[in-house]
């Protein structure tokens, strides 16, 4: 397995990330913000929160990876592609999170790449809370398009869908921290 690491701004987790094994996206009205519902491999649930600003961020890295991945074609086919992907995977059922669940707001994302697989670990002020989970290349375009949906329900601008194009095809192997 090969990994490359580099760092935007030094940053690093202080706490262990909670590994996250399933997880579900929905935009909440009321907060203006994604929320990530996500569930552990000991059961447990956590809700991060996740801003315009964070995503802005956050979104032109995911598709600079999916482009350099060869799924860019599948993800810039408009409104109707956006939407497609929203659904559960495999009709699976979306994560519930439970009365005791932890919530906390995202600032911060790290994003690594190894092999053919992006990792994003979402942590919270002062590195108090953090989760990590995995997104193999094949799982990552259905997971942008649900964030798509997510996006467009806010009706926030986010750059890079329209103007996939316009990225750079650089390598994007390594870790990147996006505030």
């Not at 956590?46 to 060869?70: A, D």
């Not at 707001?105 to 790449?113: K, R």
């Not at 953090?130 to 649900?146: D, S, Y």
Request: aromatic letters at 6%; glycine letters at 8%; proline letters at 4%.
């Amino acid at each position: 397995m090969a990994t490359e690491t580099a760092s935007i701004d030094g940053a690093s987790v202080q706490t262990n990330p909670v590994p996250l094994t399933k997880i579900t996206l929905s935009y909440d009205l009321e907060q203006d913000r994604v929320g990530l519902a996500g569930q552990s491999t000991d059961d447990r649930t956590v809700k991060v929160w996740l801003t315009q600003r964070l995503l802005r961020r956050l979104v032109p890295h995911l598709i600079r990876f999916c482009r350099n991945s060869h799924l860019l074609g599948r993800l810039s086919h408009g409104p109707e592609g956006a939407t497609a992907g929203a659904q559960p995977a495999s009709g699976q059922a979306p994560v519930e999170l439970k009365q005791n669940s932890e919530a906390f707001l995202a600032v911060a994302v790290d994003v690594s790449e190894i092999d053919d697989a992006v990792i994003l670990t979402f942590r919270g002020n002062n590195n108090a809370s953090a989760v990590r989970f995995g997104l193999p290349t094949e799982t990552l375009e259905t997971w942008l398009r649900g964030l798509r949906r997510c996006i467009d329900q806010g009706e926030w601008l986010v750059d890079g869908w329209e103007t996939l194009e316009a990225l750079p095809t650089g390598s994007t192997s390594g870790t990147v921290t996006v505030h």
